[in-house]
């Protein structure tokens, strides 16, 4: 890949942060230090103008040669009975490699995002869905409702990119479209329309928000309601609102599971997907479920294609065994079956490993820090700015292919895996 210059200007650079594919930004590099000139949001400045502190692998907290960390890492993974390979925010590349490393050593696999994740995947697993992509919102939608959701906070660019578009093949007008809360309003004002239009808000507690769906879903399908309102919503509001998803030309309910922090949060998530399938025995509507911060999208991907299932595969019988409950990270070093806990985080510095007294080793980006110093540390490169590579964007269609900007002697989490398993 051709190198890039020190103050060099690269346009159109495709994000792996914001999980929408948000791929306009434009960004002036200059030795480590990167600058995003036009096109940045409150969440993707802050992580491509994140600094390179450190470069040097730790042991201990002491200074090390990455050879060193390597095979300290690899003695650690020797040894234990059940590591745990965990975190998992990384590339397709990265994911490969730690599923191959997982595999080899007998590890349990697990993404730091897949109890949000759960949310969505229990629905997928057990009724199935009808959703859309990124690309038909933003050409068709004429009516978006947003359930439980601040997007203006969780995904800064979505309405100006797929919303507000000027240009759109099956919408003359985008201006026209009507936008939906209920549950949680806007923090901002990315959902008002170009033509000065606020979306239209049905404020409800997220506790609330069961009985709410129940009772619009119910609605959708001409059921007889006794009530005059629920969770502070009246019920004359929700029947307008089921009577513009039945009349939409084509209607998104969208929501982010990792939101949804209540008991049960998936039989919510299904009422919305039923409520959907019914709703296109009229007319046409298609679920978004949002997310892909982290690279959890990736991760689940590429479990699938190579083991059959998104995450909390365990590799200690010589074969894929999948259970989203006993293999999650905090079980296991809650029940103390696992010995050893490899964290792989490539993205955002604030995702440390939780806390645990087992061996841990750390592949984080340049600038983590720890309350408890892990037995390795060996900072890595960010895809997409580091080196080259693919992420999967919330919907699952794009891999997102992601640019070298710059040359800051990190290297990639895929290269340092692939080292400790050809060390062990």
Known sequence: MTEISDADLCINVPSPFCGVGTDDLKIKVDGKRITLLENGCAVNTPAFEQPVSDTSPRISGQPVDLQAAVDKSAEILGRSQLPLVSGLSTDVNGMRAALELADNIGAITDNMNFTAAMRNLLVLQDSGWMNTTLAEVKNRVDLLVIIGTDIDALFPRFFENYVWNEDALFCQDTSKRQVV?????????????PNGNAARVL????????????????????????????????VTELQTLADQLKQASYGVVTWAASEFKFSQAELTVQNMCEMVKDLNKETRCSGLPLGGKNGDQTSFQVSGWQTGYPSRVNFSDGF?????????????LADGSADALLWV???????????????????????????????????????????????????????????KLRDAGLPSASDVLSAIHQAL
């Not at 809360?181 to 329309?193: D, I, W």
């Not at 404020?203 to 928000?209: I, S, T």
């Open 181 to 193: 809360y209920v549950g949680k309003g806007p923090s901002g004002s990315a959902s008002t329309s």
């Open 203 to 234: 404020a409800c507690q997220l506790p609330d928000l069961p009985e709410v769906i129940a009772v619009l879903r119910a609605l959708v399908n001409g059921n007889p309601i006794k009530v005059s309102s629920v969770g502070g919503i009246q």
């Open 320 to 332: 894929p065994a999948y259970d989203p409950y006993l293999n999650s990270t905090e079980q296991r």
């Open 345 to 403: 985080s490539s993205f955002n510095i604030d995702n440390t490993p939780p806390p645990t007294d087992i061996s841990t080793i750390v592949l984080g980006r340049s600038g983590m820090t720890f309350d408890k110093e892990p037995d390795v540390f060996i900072p890595i490169g960010t895809p997409g700015i580091d080196h080259s590579g693919h992420a999967y964007r919330n919907d699952n269609v794009v891999a997102v292919r992601l640019r």
